[in-house]
Structure formats: structure tokens, C-alpha cells
Nanobody, 127 residues
Framework: QVQLVESGGGLVQAGDSLRLSCAASGRTFSSHSMGWFRQAPGKEREFVTAISGTGGSTYYADSVKGRFTISRDNAKKMVYLRIDSLKPEDTGVYYC????????????????????WGQGAQVTVSS
């Protein structure tokens, strides 16, 4: 069982940077691929980025490449999402999620494979 709690959201200006944090509980954190997803107003939840259990591999949606950076600290059981050059279209609820896997070097991008979800963090970017 993994519990996830996001923090760091808020109201920001376009062009600003923001770091979201996700605190995880559970003994097998490093056995989970961790992902960030977002849901914009009126839209379905979409994949943003994910990182392998070891932290050695990452994957980004094309729409966020170059501006988003995912990282993890297995010792602290934390996952981070840094967002640079924020745009109004980045507005939405950002969810941290965990997918249990035996392939700890593999990044999981399929939303359906994520078993555990946080409550979400609202990010609002004003122009």
C-alpha cells in the first residue's frame, strides 16, 4: 500500500517556476515507477511525465519537454516536478501516482497501470 500527498501548488504568474512535491508512504517506494498527471478544466486527465524506480530513466509528454523536470529521492520517499516558464495552459490539477513494478529501471507511462494516486495539487497560471 502506498499513500501519496502532493504539495506546492498555487497561483503563479506566467513565466514563473514552480516545484511540486509528492510525499509517499510505504516500504517499497523504489519498486514503483512514479508519474505526474494533470487535468485541465473541462478536459480528461493526461500523462505529463514519469520516472523509473531507480530514478535513472524519465519520460516526458511532448507538450512539456524542456520545461518540466521530474526527479525522485528514494531515501526520502519523495518525487518532485519542477515546472519552468509556466504558461496559462499549464493550469490544472496535478496528480502524483505510483505504479508497482518489478522492472525498476523501466518508466511506466500508461495511466491504467498506476495503482495509487494522490489527492491532487491545483496549479493556476495567470497571464
Amino acid at each position: 500500500q502506498v499513500q501519496l500527498v502532493e504539495s506546492g501548488g498555487g497561483l503563479v504568474q506566467a513565466g514563473d517556476s514552480l516545484r511540486l512535491s509528492c510525499a509517499a508512504s510505504g516500504r517499497t517506494f523504489s519498486s514503483h515507477s512514479m508519474g505526474w498527471f494533470r487535468q485541465a478544466p473541462g478536459k480528461e486527465r493526461e500523462f505529463v511525465t514519469a520516472i523509473s524506480g531507480t530514478g535513472g530513466s524519465t519520460y516526458y509528454a511532448d507538450s512539456v519537454k524542456g520545461r518540466f523536470t521530474i526527479s525522485r529521492d528514494n531515501a526520502k520517499k519523495m518525487v518532485y516536478l519542477r515546472i519552468d516558464s509556466l504558461k496559462p495552459e499549464d493550469t490544472g490539477v496535478y496528480y502524483c501516482a505510483a505504479a508497482r513494478t518489478i522492472f525498476i529501471t523501466v518508466v511506466i507511462t500508461d495511466q491504467g497501470q498506476y495503482n495509487y494516486w494522490g489527492q491532487g495539487a491545483q496549479v493556476t497560471v495567470s497571464s
